[in-house]
């Protein structure tokens, strides 16, 4: 069993989905992942705020608007009427039951569910279509095996419940299933954050011990540098699971952050690949990645942090002060990113804000609580071995006109950490990249 995934753009139009039936149909058996057709996650977004803000009408008008952009789509989908008139009963019980919600009981469940039908649509439109032109596919719908407890993706559960989906499922080449959805420990309908679609196919792969995973997109694999900010990218053709991690959690849009997680652990490969491009190289992930000689090898940046400074005397010379400090972010489940300390003071960074008032009253027994909201952390990835003289002016170099909030190194040998206001992001990441890339850049543009 093989595990692919097509993301929003791979899925966004009838010719990419077209593409999509080609390039899965090689005989080899596997899973198909598809996300939402691109646009509609955040439409449903959109109309989510609109119940909860603004009221029916409103919904119903982003309902309406979202709705007409999907019968123009499958008039190109299909070649047969049949199938046509199959997927248009279908997108209008789907749109039926978006506008079936009452703006006075509307609560978090809600949203869930309305989010969820981004994919549902997707996956059953493709499921026709690929049908009509006669590949052995069948839907497996994510629901009855995607679970979440606490929060999180459960793989025991996820690893039997697929099994057994399977086996149910009239034997088939490619099984084709909905990325992102989920059920909770209520068995109410959730999802795995925006970008889930890649969890789901990690999930997947781990679960089936799949020989890779696929993840196809629109760029041809992950690039050096943030591509939407940074001319002059480059993709990287080989990263380790932990660089790869390292990237996705510090904001390379192109992986869910948690992604690599279940790939990593069962050693399952990872292949990034452009469905605009299928013969490009690519990335691969993997555990036998060959490190390249380059020190640093790529950038991504996360936003919306928030650091936290605690002024305290008491931490002179005393032990068990930072396991009392943590102790308090534990206790509201809200996850450290960034860490540095003097011999008076800690700084650190969170990213979930959510728990930040409460967090704040315990930390002032500890001393002075200082705050920075609009933070970015800048996540360089490569080889920063102690032993090498110089990455940390390598890395600080091209940034000196820059006010830094915090600098983080020597965690692990792959990773340097910079904080700063986030209106100084972008002047970051092209200075880094000219610092640290601009010879290679040259090198490449001369030889086009
Ligand atoms: P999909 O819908 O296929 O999941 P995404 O939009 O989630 O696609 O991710 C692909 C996009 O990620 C690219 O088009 C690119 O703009 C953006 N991106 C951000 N950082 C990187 C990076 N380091 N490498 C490649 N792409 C990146
Ligand atoms: N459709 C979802 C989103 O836009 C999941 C995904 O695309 O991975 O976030
Ligand atoms: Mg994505």
């Not at 978006?98 to 059953?124: C, H, P, W, Y």
Request: hydrophobic content about 40%; overall charge negative; glycine content about 6%.
């Amino acid at each position: 069993m093989r595990v692919l995934k097509f993301g929003g753009t791979s899925v966004g139009k009838p010719e990419r989905m077209h593409q999509v039936a080609e390039l899965i149909d090689d005989g080899v058996q596997k899973i198909v992942v598809l996300s939402a057709v691109s646009g509609t996650t955040n439409s449903l977004v959109a109309i989510n705020e609109a119940y909860k803000q603004q009221g029916e009408v409103e919904a119903h008008q982003l309902i309406n608007q979202l709705e007409e952009k999907y019968y123009p789509f499958i008039e190109n989908l299909y070649k047969a009427e049949a199938a046509h008139s199959k997927a248009k009963n279908f997108i209008q019980k789907k749109f039926d039951f978006l506008r079936s919600f009452d703006v006075n009981s509307f609560d978090a469940d809600d949203e869930k569910m309305i989010l969820a039908q981004g994919e549902l649509l997707s996956t059953n439109m493709f499921v026709f279509y690929a049908q009509e032109i006669g590949l052995n596919a069948e839907l497996i719908p994510a629901l009855e095996f995607m679970k979440t407890a606490e929060g999180e993706p459960d793989l025991d559960y996820i690893t039997k419940a697929v099994e057994q989906t399977l086996k149910q499922t009239p034997k088939a080449d490619y099984y084709i299933t909905q990325g992102y959805i989920c059920k909770n420990e209520r068995g109410a309908v959730d999802n795995l954050r925006r970008g889930g679609s890649d969890y789901t196919a990690t999930l997947l792969g781990a679960a089936t011990q799949s020989d890779e995973i696929q993840i196809w997109t629109d760029i041809d694999g992950v690039h050096n540098n943030d591509p939407r900010i940074v001319k002059n990218t480059f993709p990287i053709h080989e990263l380790s699971f932990a660089e790869a991690a390292e990237l996705a959690y510090f904001g390379a849009k192109i992986l869910h952050p948690s992604c690599v997680l279940p790939a990593q652990k069962s050693g399952v490969p990872v292949k990034l690949l452009n469905t605009m491009q299928p013969k490009a190289k690519g990335t691969i992930i993997s555990r036998n990645s060959v490190s390249s000689k380059r020190i640093a090898k790529a950038i991504a940046a996360k936003d919306g942090i928030t650091a936290i400074k605690i002024i305290s005397t008491r931490m002179l010379n005393a032990y068990g002060f930072l396991k009392r400090v943590f102790e308090v972010f534990e206790n509201y489940k809200t996850p450290i990113d960034m860490i540095t300390t003097s011999e008076v003071a800690v700084s650190l960074t969170i990213d979930d804000d959510r728990n930040l008032d409460a967090i704040l009253n315990e930390l002032k027994d500890f001393g002075t609580v200082e705050i920075d909201a609009n933070q970015t952390i800048v996540c360089i990835v490569g080889n920063f071995t102690h032993r090498d003289n110089g990455a940390a002016a390598m890395v600080l170099n091209p940034i000196k006109h820059i006010p830094l909030r915090m600098i983080s190194g020597g965690g692990s040998d792959s990773n340097i950490s910079i904080l700063m206001d986030t209106k100084y992001k972008e002047d970051v990441l092209i200075s880094l990249h000219e610092g640290l890339f601009g010879e290679e850049i040259k090198a490449r543009l001369a030889a086009r």
